[in-house]
């Protein structure tokens, strides 16, 4: 900053109050400046907790995911390894680790699931071994009155608290300094597919829902990773304002094309702020994220006019992306 260097975009810090009462202000602030939010916001990096363990984890948008790797590779814990590394060696992951969907109950929900905006949460927390994996979880402490800086000095260390600083930095920066925004879709349709494969073995297993066909979706999502593999090759040749302007409008809102028509809702949710039709918390799961809900949720409930009206919600959007 003393050299002159400037980002080519506006970085927002904020810093949320009334979490713990139906996250309140990020859901007011978004609500109030949703129509400029959905013109202007790239995306948004929500920390929440972090510091409370030490197994690294993540949850977000599959189009941040590539962003999200790269930048842990660039960050080096005191024991010489990087984030990455430690990543994906506490979750085997192969070829590399992914992060989760995103359901509810930190400040990323008004972003993602009533404005549309890609979104990603960080944070470091104990692990709980399941099956050989180790899986994170908040710590003991989490909402006790032990729950303060004093217990991260004694039983945790600050090291995580300047790691977490760091990514959340660094993805910042580059979000905000790339000429050609680093969102990545080919991953989401990687997972589209994976999580649509999944729900049409379900579906199989059950004579009311086995007559369901996904092709319209299967096809829908084939052009939407056309696309996104269209658009990668656009970004190898760009050169002129006016095509990376056309390739970054492109790339910020596609995410915004995954909310539901306002003429339709999704299964079982409030018409107006649970958008986004692929990821949303579970109407029975309190904060845990369910994928593709409208059409999961009303399966599950053997709802087959409810289950073919979200698939149209869902092949639609698709198309729209």
């Known amino acids: 900053l003393k050299d002159g260097w400037r980002p080519r975009r506006t970085i927002v810090i904020c810093s949320w109050d009334g979490e713990e009462h139906g996250l309140q202000g990020s859901v007011e602030w978004v609500e109030q400046f949703v129509d400029n939010l959905q013109e202007e916001v790239v995306a948004y990096i929500n920390v929440d907790g972090s510091g409370r363990g030490q197994y690294f984890d993540a949850d977000g948008t599959p189009n941040l995911a ?6 842990l590779k660039e960050v080096t814990t005191e024991r010489g390894t990087t984030v990455y590394d430690d990543w994906k060696d506490r979750v085997s992951a192969d070829p590399h680790p992914r992060p989760g969907p995103l359901g509810s109950g930190s400040d990323y929900s008004a972003f993602l699931q009533f404005a549309g905006i890609s979104a990603m949460d960080i944070k470091f927390r104990n692990g709980v071994e399941v099956d050989g994996v180790v899986q994170t979880k908040p710590s003991g402490v989490y909402h006790s009155i032990y729950d303060s800086i004093d217990w991260i000095d004694r039983f945790s260390g600050r090291d995580n608290l300047k790691l977490t600083a760091q990514i959340l930095g660094l993805m910042a920066l580059r979000l905000a300094s790339a000429e050609i925004l680093p969102l990545d879709y ?3 349709a990687d997972r589209l597919e994976e999580e649509i494969n999944t729900l049409s073995v379900i579906f199989s297993g059950n004579p ?3 007559q369901l066909s996904f092709d319209d979706i299967r096809t829908a999502i ?5 696309a996104a593999e269209d658009i990668a090759a656009e970004i190898e040749t760009a050169s ?3 095509d990376i302007s056309s390739i970054n409008d492109r790339l910020m809102l596609a995410e915004r094309e995954f909310l539901k028509p306002v003429d339709q809702i999704l299964y079982k949710r409030d018409e107006d702020w649970y958008k986004h039709v692929v990821y949303a918390p579970g109407y029975t799961t309190g904060y ?3 994928t593709l809900p409208g059409i999961t949720e ?3 409930d053997f709802d087959i006019p ?6 149209v919600i869902v092949r639609d959007c698709i198309i729209g992306a």
Do not use: D, I, K, P
Request: proline share 0%.
């Open 66 to 71: 590539n962003l999200l790797r790269s930048v």
């Open 186 to 188: 080919r991953e989401y």
């Open 208 to 210: 009311s829902l086995a």
């Open 222 to 226: 084939h052009e939407f990773r056309e």
């Open 240 to 242: 002129s304002e006016a």
């Open 288 to 290: 845990e994220a369910v």
């Open 298 to 300: 009303a399966g599950r």
């Open 306 to 311: 409810a289950t073919l009206e979200q698939m």
